[in-house]
C-alpha cells in the first residue's frame, strides 16, 4: 500500500490552476492507475463481516425482550443492509476482485438483503447512470423536471414530486422510482426498452430471497412464542424501510447541490466533461464515511469505477489536491441539506440554474455567452 503511494505521489502532476482546460478524463484515470488494484482476499472478508453483522442484527431482534430494542436492532439491520449493498455496487462495477465471475456471484449475494436485482442494476447504474451522468433523457437518477414538465403533470404527480423534493421523501423517491418501477420485474418501457431472461431469474432470485428471509423470522417467532406480526416489522419491515432511506438520502446526497449542472444536450453534456462536476463529495465527521465503505467519496468513484472502495478515500484526495475548486466538497450538516432541498426543485436549462416550483433561480446561472 505504502509502496503503491510514494509511485503515484512520485509520477503526479502540479495541481492544475482553476483556469485552466481540464484534462481529458483518461488523463485524469491515469493519475489514480495505482489505486485501482483490487484485492480477492478483501472482498471476501468485507462480505463475511457485514453479512455477520446482519445475521447477528437479525438475533437480536428475536432474542431481544424489549420491543424498543427490537426496533433498534431492525434499524441497525438496515443499516447493515446499506454496507452489503456498496459491496455489491463494487462487484456490479467489477471493482471488488480481479475475476470478472466471482464479482459476479459476490454481488448477487451481496445484493440480496437490499432485493437488488443484479443484473437490472448493472444495465440502469453502470451503463445509463454512469454513462450519462447528468444528461436529462438518458440518466433517470435525480433527473429534474422543468417548470413547464412540472406544470404539465397531473395534481396527484405534482404532489409526488413535492414530497420527493422535500427533503423528506429520497427514500420514497427511491422505492417508487427506482427500485419498484426498474429493479423489481420492470415493464420493457422501464428497462429501456429492453429485456433479457438473466433480468427476470434476477428478481426472482431476490423474490425468493425475500420470501425466504420472511418465512425464516415467521418460523423463528412460532418457536419462541412470539408476535409474528411484531418480528416481521422489526426483522424485514423496518430493515427494508431504513434502507430505502439510507440509499435515497445517499444517492441524493452525491447529485444534488445548487453548484452541480444538468444537460439537456448530447453536445454541451460532452463540452462540460461532466465526471468531475456532477458529482458532490459530502464529508462527516467521526469517520462516518468509513462505516458507509466510503461511498461518499462519489467523485473518484465517477472518474474511474474500476477503485475498489478501500481505496476510494485515497483516490478522492489526490483528485481534490490536483483540481482544486473543480470539484464540490461539501461538509455536511441538515441546515445544509434542507437548503439544498428547498432549493432545488425543478432546473432551468436555458440559464442552467436549478430553480423553485415557480420558476425561480436558487441556484448560480451560467454566464451569457459571449455573441
Known amino acids: 500500500m505504502n509502496h503503491s503511494s510514494d509511485t503515484t505521489a512520485a ?33 471476501f472478508w468485507l462480505l463475511a463481516l457485514d453479512y455477520t453483522l446482519w445475521l447477528g442484527l437479525l438475533a437480536g431482534v428475536v432474542l431481544a425482550d424489549a420491543v424498543w430494542l427490537k426496533a433498534l436492532c431492525g434499524l441497525a439491520t438496515g443499516f447493515v443492509i446499506g454496507r452489503l449493498f456498496i459491496i455489491g455496487h463494487d462487484a456490479c462495477h467489477q471493482s471488488l476482485t480481479p475475476h470478472r465471475r466471482l464479482n459476479k456471484w459476490l454481488g448477487r449475494i451481496a445484493f440480496l438483503p437490499s432485493l437488488t436485482a443484479y443484473s437490472l442494476w448493472d444495465m440502469g447504474h453502470n451503463v ?6 447528468n444528461l436529462k433523457g438518458v440518466d433517470f437518477v435525480w433527473a429534474p423536471l422543468t417548470q413547464e414538465e412540472y406544470q404539465a403533470l397531473p395534481p396527484a404527480r405534482r404532489a409526488l414530486e413535492r414530497l420527493y423534493r422535500s427533503g423528506w421523501g429520497p427514500g420514497v423517491y427511491y422505492m417508487v422510482e427506482i427500485w419498484w418501477k426498474k429493479m423489481m420485474f420492470p415493464s420493457p418501457a422501464q428497462s429501456g426498452g429492453t429485456h433479457r431472461s438473466i433480468f427476470t431469474k434476477d428478481c426472482l432470485l431476490v423474490s425468493g430471497f425475500a420470501l425466504l ?48 449542472k444538468w ?57 481534490e489536491h490536483l483540481l482544486p475548486e473543480r470539484i464540490i466538497v461539501q461538509p455536511f450538516s441538515w441546515g445544509w441539506y434542507f437548503d439544498t432541498a428547498r432549493a432545488c426543485k425543478l432546473y432551468d436549462f436555458t440559464r442552467q440554474c436549478w430553480t423553485d416550483f415557480r420558476g425561480r433561480a436558487t441556484g448560480p446561472m451560467a454566464l451569457p455567452s459571449a455573441a
Open 213 to 260: 428471509w420472511a418465512a425464516a423470522i415467521t418460523a423463528l417467532a412460532l418457536a419462541t412464542g412470539q408476535s409474528v406480526a411484531l418480528l416481521l416489522l422489526c426483522g424485514v419491515v423496518l430493515p427494508l424501510v431504513f434502507w430505502f432511506h439510507m440509499v435515497g438520502f445517499v444517492i441524493y446526497g452525491h447529485h444534488t447541490h445548487v453548484r452541480v
Open 128 to 133: 445509463v447512470h454512469h454513462g450519462f451522468t
Open 263 to 319: 444537460h439537456n444536450e448530447r453536445a454541451a453534456w460532452q463540452r462540460a466533461q461532466p465526471f468531475v462536476s456532477t458529482t458532490v463529495h459530502l464529508t462527516f465527521p467521526l469517520r462516518i464515511g468509513a462505516l458507509v465503505h466510503h461511498i461518499m467519496e462519489h467523485t473518484a468513484h465517477h472518474v474511474d469505477m474500476s477503485i475498489p472502495l478501500y481505496r476510494l478515500k485515497e483516490a478522492q484526495k489526490t483528485l
Open 11 to 43: 509520477e503526479l502532476p502540479a495541481p492544475l490552476s482553476p483556469d485552466e482546460p481540464l484534462p481529458h478524463r483518461k488523463v485524469i484515470r491515469s493519475w489514480l492507475i495505482p489505486l485501482s488494484e483490487r484485492v480477492t482476499w478483501r472482498a
